[in-house]
């Protein structure tokens, strides 16, 4: 085969492979009204009331995944954004001493894990993430009494992390 041809080849197999990741994406553009979207989405599995209008659609990867997206739905009843929530960067916007458990489910949905701590006698919601897309962690949010966020920690994934087999 000549270089031309290899070329042409590559480039057509190329073209073909992106033609079909189009087909499958299943991300809906900003302005889709909610009825589409939960059409092409499907069901969420939890729906919370924005604070500014609209809603915020939850679509469930946790216990077990590592991604959690959330449709925005604005007041006008379209889609405003459509992501997936866990980040580190995300994680970071989260505001000790003024979020409540009712921002961190709008923002990330349900944990992956609820429990308390034995020291402090808060609540934590546990969320599992790639941090920095890389490590295979928890986010670890701490609520006091009145259920506002307290503090957070970042830890190991105890079920996917090496460092966390066999302790």
Request: with cysteine; net charge neutral.
């Amino acid at each position: 085969m000549h270089n031309t041809t290899k070329t042409l080849a590559a480039a057509c197999a190329l073209a073909l492979a992106l033609s079909a990741c189009s087909t499958f994406d299943r991300t809906p553009p900003a302005g889709t009204p909610l009825a589409q979207v939960t059409a092409k989405l499907g069901k969420p599995d939890a729906v919370y009331p924005d604070p500014a209008g609209g809603q915020v659609l939850e679509y469930r990867g946790q216990p077990m995944s590592q991604y959690q997206h959330m449709a925005r739905i604005g007041a006008d009843g379209r889609l405003v954004s459509y992501d997936q929530v866990l980040t580190s960067e995300n994680f970071a916007k989260v505001r000790p001493g003024s979020w409540m458990k009712d921002d961190v489910l709008r923002n990330f949905g349900r944990p992956a894990e609820t429990g308390r701590d034995r020291a402090t006698g808060f609540d934590v919601w546990s969320y599992r993430y790639k941090q920095d897309g890389v490590w295979d962690s928890y986010m670890n949010i701490y609520f006091n009494g009145r259920g506002e966020v307290h503090h957070m920690d970042n830890t190991p994934d105890p079920l996917l992390d090496d460092r966390s087999k066999g302790v």
